[in-house]
Structure formats: C-alpha cells, structure tokens
C-alpha cells in the first residue's frame, strides 16, 4: 500500500432534524451546547461513528462498541493481551513492533492513535505503549443557537410482576430533541503521522466513504433514521507533504449557511473535492 504522501483536511456539515445528535450524560442527556447556546457533537461521539463505519466496511478495530463486538473479548486489555501473545517472543519484546504490529492489524489505531496502558496480573506484564495517529476531527458545532425540545414521556406496562398480580403505576421520563439545526466539523490527516502508523491512500479513502456514510446504521430511539444526514463533505488533498495552507485557513474557507448551504472560498493550487 502507497503511504499517504499528501496532507488533508476536511469539513463534514449534516443536518440533524428532531434527534438528540449527542447526549450529556451531566444535563439529563440533553443535546449538547456551549455556553453559546450552539449545538455540540463531541469528537469522541463522531469517533466512535467513524469507527462504527469502518466495522460496516469489514475493517478490523480495536475500540469496539459493546453492541458491535465481534472478537468476543470483554475489555481492551483482553483483547490486546490476545493479540501481544499471538507475537512472537522477540516482538513482543519491542514497544516499536508491537506498535507497527498494533497499528497494521487495527484500522482505528493506524488513523487516530491509541494509548495501550495496561496493569499487571497474575496472566500478564504491564504494558505503556503510545500511538500518536494521523487523524484528527474536531467537536461539530451547531452553525446558529439550537431550540431544544422536551417532551414527557409515560411507560404503562409492568417491568416486572407485582405481589397483587395487577399492573403497576405508570412511570414517567423524559425525552429531548433538537429540533432543527446544522452542524459542522472539521479535521485533518498528516502524512508525517501517516508514515509512523502505516496509514495509507486507501485508508483515505476509507475514511472518506466513513465521513460521507457516517450516519448509516445509527438509527436510534434517540436518532430516527433519516432524522440526521450528511449535506456536505469537502475534502482537500493538497500536493506536498506539509500543505499549501495551514489547516486553520483551510477550515476557515469553507462558509456554512444556517439552510446547510456550503460554500469554499477558493485558495489558489488548492481544489476542493465536494461530495453529498
């Protein structure tokens, strides 16, 4: 596979209609805002998405989700301890193999890195290895202040069986929802980083057809299908290694409407690929 020779940067902008695009666990789960009042999706809830998105695709990773687990393996110490014995002894005595090793088996940790930290049992020795990744996304930000909504809700059939055979009382909770908005994130990929890691022009690509198809298979009570989509991806592949521009200015060139209209100030040898 031809490593990534050419930095990238990215804007991913998706509508979320009536869905509640990140919960805060601290504010009742709530949709996420700033002290602002924009919406936020967190960079650690649009990873796990991506990550998602790659076990769809029929990629290996290490992050798995507890709904997603397809190894059988209960924590990420199991499942890296299962991997390190399936080295060789020589290997797994090198933090630097078992890294290539890790990063060539896992597509997750070859794109954003991974902190392998783990504590000594009685089975195994314990392990401190870091891998920086190439890939890095920011929190997405809602373009205007979102309305959120909140409805009650009644669950009136029994959880469990009553002492008088009869149904018990009605509970309540409640549900919250964004109600319309848009929301944008942005990122980048270093071929510095790539060089360390093994990450590749085709894992561009994955990652790419991952960005654009985020949201397929996240329906959720919390997240109707078809109540998030993605409007615009817009990928920048520039023609060296440390980029025509600064990251920050490429960002900064792509304008998002509050309709989801998008629009890219043009950046001289720079072209935009633009994808729905």
């Known amino acids: 596979m031809k490593m990534l020779q050419n930095k990238i940067d990215f804007a991913l902008v998706f509508e979320v209609k009536n869905a509640n695009p990140n919960g805060d666990p601290l504010g009742g789960n709530r949709p996420r805002t700033t002290s602002d009042g ?7 809830c649009l990873k796990r998405k991506i990550r998602n998105r790659f076990q769809a695709m029929g990629h290996e990773i290490f992050v798995q989700s507890d709904e997603n687990n397809v190894d059988g393996m209960k924590s990420l110490s199991e499942r ?13 005595k090198s933090k630097d193999i078992v890294a290539a090793k890790a990063c060539e088996k896992w597509l997750d940790v070859r794109s954003f890195g991974q902190v392998f930290a783990f504590k000594r049992n009685k089975e195994n020795p314990e392990v401190s290895i870091g891998v920086r990744g190439p890939v890095t996304i920011q929190s997405a930000f809602s373009v205007e202040p ?4 909140s409805i009650q ?8 069986s009553t ?5 018990s009382s009605d509970t309540m909770g409640m549900k919250h929802r964004v109600s319309k908005a848009v929301y944008v994130t942005y990122g980048s990929i270093s071929p510095q980083l790539a060089e360390k890691t093994g990450f590749s022009d085709s894992d561009a690509a994955i990652l790419k057809e991952a960005l654009r198809t985020i949201f397929e298979g996240d329906e959720s009570s919390a997240r109707p299908s078809g109540s ?3 409007l615009k991806l817009v990928w920048f592949t520039h023609d060296s290694k440390y980029g025509r521009y600064s990251s920050a200015k490429v960002h900064s060139s792509v304008k998002v409407g509050k309709d989801g209209t998008v629009t890219v ?3 001289e040898g720079l ?6």
Do not use: H, R
């Not at 890296?80 to 797994?92: G, I, R």
């Open 265 to 267: 100030e043009t950046l």
């Open 146 to 149: 979102v309305i959120i909504e």
């Open 80 to 92: 890296f301890y299962d991997f390190l014995a399936k080295l060789n002894k020589e290997d797994q």
């Open 228 to 230: 998030m989509q993605v």
């Open 38 to 44: 924009l919406g936020e999706v967190s960079d650690v």
């Open 163 to 167: 002492d008088d055979g009869k149904k």
């Open 271 to 276: 072209e935009p690929e633009i994808l729905d």
């Open 153 to 160: 809700i009644t669950k009136s059939v029994n959880s469990e």
